[in-house]
T-cell receptor, first 115, second 116 residues
């Protein structure tokens, strides 16, 4: 089984401050991890993914995420948030078992960046 | 990457009727999926649309309620049958480009369905 937990409902930060959106996962094997963003009235957009190798992954719009196997976490970060980063963020995981094409999504975090 | 369009973008339907949602991709893809996103909730996978064979449904979803067609590698439809207000959701089509399990999924803009 595979699952994702995004413990916070809303993350509120001031523009220019660092932004962190938390994600922990559970898989029976090794994970592939993804972050998506959903702007109002739009579909999900892919931000970044972790496959293997370097634990720090860089993605679109200045976002990055750090894979931490011991803590089973994959937190999304941005050093300096913009008002335009206000959106719904989803973490997703896929177990690396053969033939598994299912993605398990977290409940999402609403990010609000205050001008 | 892939560009995905969905029709309709939104609809308001009466209880007991059915709605068919179309998903068109700009390139041939192996994997196509249908998700439901209920208000304030996460995405739930309804089924994997298989080209040339019956869709693979997730637990809690059945073919009679959500029949799916996949006539070719660029197109799929999802029908929401005998609708009730509980079916009010955003329905999203997604695709994977490539055959490895670490490929990201690309999502369509969604169909916002309201059932009265």
């Amino acid at each position: 089984a595979q699952s994702v937990a995004q413990p916070e409902d809303q993350v509120k930060v001031a523009e220019g401050n660092p932004l962190t959106v938390k994600c922990t996962y559970s898989v029976s094997g090794n994970p592939y991890l993804f972050w998506y963003v959903q702007y109002p009235n739009r579909g999900l957009q892919f931000l970044l993914k972790y496959i293997t190798g370097d634990n720090l992954v860089k993605g679109s719009y200045g976002f990055e995420a750090e894979f931490n196997k011991s803590q089973t976490s994959f937190h999304l970060k941005k050093p300096s948030a913009l008002v335009s980063d206000s959106a719904l963020y989803f973490c997703a995981v896929r177990d690396r078992e053969y033939g598994n094409n299912r993605l398990a999504f977290g409940k999402g975090n609403q990010v609000v960046v205050i001008p | 990457s892939a560009v995905i369009s969905q029709k309709p973008s939104r609809d308001i339907c009466q209880r007991g009727t059915s709605l068919t949602i179309q998903c068109q991709v700009d390139s041939q893809v192996t994997m196509m999926f249908w998700y439901r996103q209920q208000p304030g909730q996460s995405l739930t996978l309804i089924a994997t649309a298989n080209q040339g064979s019956e869709a693979t449904y997730e637990s809690g979803f059945v073919i009679d309620k959500f029949p799916i067609s996949r006539p070719n590698l660029t197109f799929s439809t999802l029908t929401v049958s005998n609708m009730s207000p509980e079916d009010s959701s955003i329905y999203l089509c997604s695709v994977e480009v490539g055959l490895t399990s670490y490929n990201e999924q690309f999502f369509g803009p969604g169909t916002r369905l309201t059932v009265l």
